[in-house]
């Protein structure tokens, strides 16, 4: 017998158009082609910080191999790789970036705060992403993202200044309608929503966790994650 093929998920139909894509095509005629294009847009980047966190606490020359590491997760599939090197280097340290820019075939991703040291190591490198997240060089972990409205002036200057340089830009932002469309403002490329809220809610459920927020359809493209330290 000949072998099904796998159509796209099925409640990612049902969520979107409240039909039920396992029946015929013709009673969900949206879902087809729009869930193929969702799957497609979706991609890929992996942190790396923690391995460089274990590389950092057994020597220097100690294992795991950092870009070894990195090479084989873009083998493995991965469409990009992440990094967020902090001011004190406790993970991911700014050579590590330079020798990551070199060696990898995808897209690097560099996050961090846009202070003096950061813009010179990303004007060095120009990584196929910047992405501006506001935290404090004493920070554990990223915990809130900028004030998109307060920031306007200097933010419009920083993602200008970026994108002149070759990089893409995304703004790190907790999910505030509000503060998201300040975002579209700047002239950023994306956002990247913070999503530690939704991982603290979501025991109590998917729906509980998820708010609606068809405001959302704004010409930026969307990243998730957050709490990366």
Known sequence: ?????????????????????????????????????????????????????LRNARGLHARPDLLQAASDI????????????????RHIRYQDVRDLRALITTELNVEGNPTPDFLALVREVRPAQVTLVPDAPDAITSNAGWDTIGQQAYLKDIVAELQAHGSRVSIFLDPDMALVEAAATTGTDRIELYTEAYARQYAAGREAAVKTASGFSLSIRLTSGGASS
Do not use: W, Y
């Open 74 to 89: 873009e083998r493995f599939g991965a469409e990009g790789i992440t990094v967020h090197p902090r001011p004190d280097e």
């Open 1 to 53: 017998s000949k072998r099904k093929k796998h159509g796209p998920p099925a409640i990612t139909g049902r969520q979107l158009f409240g039909c039920d894509p396992t029946l015929a095509a013709a009673s969900c005629p949206l879902f087809l082609p729009v869930a193929h294009l969702l799957r497609s847009m979706t991609k890929l980047s992996v942190n790396v910080n923690k391995i460089a966190t």
